[in-house]
């Protein structure tokens, strides 16, 4: 199915042009060798006049329980790399259905989305109420990324059919989508995000008593809907909120315990459950509270932090 929507996902059998048409690598924005990932910047050209600037992010995929043992059957190739008494440490090349790479591409990608995956030095902040009111509001409302993406969700034009679960209600509903970060192959990296369907709640800062019926749905229809079809006990799951997030409409993480999912540290993640007992303690507790989080040395934000107050 392809729309013609310049926002929304295409498919393979539409003619569009390679999502990686013309590429050149311009930098390495970071890598790891632990997660096994790559974060490129590069130029796409898209048509001989168009040439966008792309952020491409490379990663290994886990290994699939259920096809592990292809990997190993029929004498594939093994190269020799070391041989010592009982220990031997070879090369294996598997085929290319058993060795896939996730490619994430953005494109164009916005000089924001290009330093979000730069490595850079982050410094922690302690937003008080005034210096959201002074400082983070203003910031948001002039420069946040576009969330046209979660519109496009919302209203069935991208994504529909990969929609878990969905509560219509336009006041306290909300749509539990696979987070693009999960290939949805394995459980073992299960990663789900629950967008609401209202719109102009930016954040937790923005939640108050008239939003407990919509969190609490989240929180309980989320892990149901994740035990239908994954046969995931909410037990087992993490489910949180960003503060700062990167999108300004209000969406929860679901997360496996066992997957250190980028993003779940004390310092970004605020637990759904813990979120709904402080606004019950207090109605005002995210309005008024100092929140605690990182920011990039790039980042705008910290530049204005900077300006404005002394850190
Ligand atoms: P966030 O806390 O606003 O920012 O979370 P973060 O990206 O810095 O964590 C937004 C979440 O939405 C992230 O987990 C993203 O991986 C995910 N996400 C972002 N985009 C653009 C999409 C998308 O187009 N589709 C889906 N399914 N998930 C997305």
């Given at each position: 199915?392809?729309?013609?929507?310049?926002?929304?996902?295409?498919?393979?059998?539409?003619?569009?042009?390679?999502?990686?048409?013309?590429?050149?690598?311009?930098?390495?924005?970071?890598?790891?060798?632990?997660?096994?990932?790559?974060?490129?910047?590069?130029?796409?050209?898209?048509?001989?006049?168009?040439?966008?600037?792309?952020?491409?992010?490379?990663?290994?995929?886990?290994?699939?329980?259920?096809?592990?043992?292809?990997?190993?059957?029929?004498?594939?190739?093994?190269?020799?790399?070391?041989?010592?008494?009982?220990?031997?440490?070879?090369?294996?090349?598997?085929?290319?259905?058993?060795?896939?790479?996730k490619t994430t591409v953005i494109c164009p990608a916005s000089e924001k989305h290009i330093k979000k995956y730069l490595q850079?030095?982050?410094?922690?902040?302690?937003?008080?109420?005034?210096?959201?009111?002074?400082?983070?509001?203003?910031?948001?409302?002039?420069?946040?990324?576009?969330?046209?993406?979660?519109?496009n969700i919302l209203e069935k034009k991208a994504e529909a059919e990969r929609i878990v679960y969905e509560n219509p209600d336009?006041?306290?509903?909300?749509?539990?989508?696979?987070?693009?970060?999960?290939?949805?192959?394995?459980?073992?990296?299960?990663?789900?995000?629950?967008?609401?369907?209202?719109?102009?709640?930016?954040?937790?800062?923005?939640?108050?008593?008239?939003?407990?019926?919509?969190?609490?749905?989240?929180?309980?229809?989320?892990?149901?809907?994740?035990?239908?079809?994954?046969?995931?006990?909410?037990?087992?799951?993490?489910?949180?909120?960003?503060?700062?997030?990167?999108?300004?409409?209000?969406?929860?993480?679901?997360?496996?315990?066992?997957?250190?999912?980028?993003?779940?540290?004390?310092?970004?993640?605020?637990?759904?459950?813990?979120?709904?007992?402080?606004?019950?303690?207090?109605?005002?507790?995210?309005?008024?509270r100092t929140l605690t989080f990182a920011l990039r040395e790039d980042e705008a934000l910290l530049k204005k932090f900077k300006?404005?107050?002394?850190?």
């Open positions: 199915m392809r729309r013609d929507n310049g926002n929304v996902s295409t498919n393979a059998e539409a003619n569009v042009q390679h999502p990686l048409s013309g590429f050149e690598l311009k930098a390495v924005l970071r890598e790891s060798a632990r997660d096994k990932t790559i974060f490129l910047h590069g130029k796409v050209s898209s048509g001989s006049e168009n040439c966008n600037d792309a952020v491409i992010i490379l990663e290994k995929t886990p290994f699939q329980m259920d096809t592990v043992s292809s990997l190993l059957k029929n004498d594939p190739e093994l190269k020799l790399q070391l041989k010592n008494d009982i220990y031997g440490v070879y090369h294996l090349s598997p085929s290319p259905e058993l060795n896939e790479i850079q030095e982050v410094y922690v902040i302690h937003e008080t109420e005034d210096d959201y009111k002074a400082i983070t509001l203003p910031y948001i409302e002039s420069q946040s990324f576009s969330i046209q993406w979660v519109y336009p006041t306290n509903g909300f749509v539990l989508i696979p987070d693009f970060k999960w290939n949805q192959k394995q459980v073992e990296d299960l990663y789900l995000i629950a967008i609401c369907h209202q719109r102009g709640i930016r954040s937790l800062r923005d939640l108050t008593v008239d939003h407990l019926p919509l969190l609490k749905n989240i929180l309980e229809e989320g892990k149901e809907a994740i035990l239908k079809r994954y046969s995931i006990h909410g037990n087992k799951l993490r489910i949180y909120l960003h503060y700062q997030p990167s999108y300004y409409h209000l969406h929860v993480h679901f997360t496996v315990l066992g997957h250190d999912a980028p993003g779940s540290s004390v310092e970004r993640a605020h637990l759904l459950c813990d979120v709904i007992q402080n606004i019950e303690s207090n109605p005002q507790y995210y309005k008024t300006e404005l107050r002394d850190i």
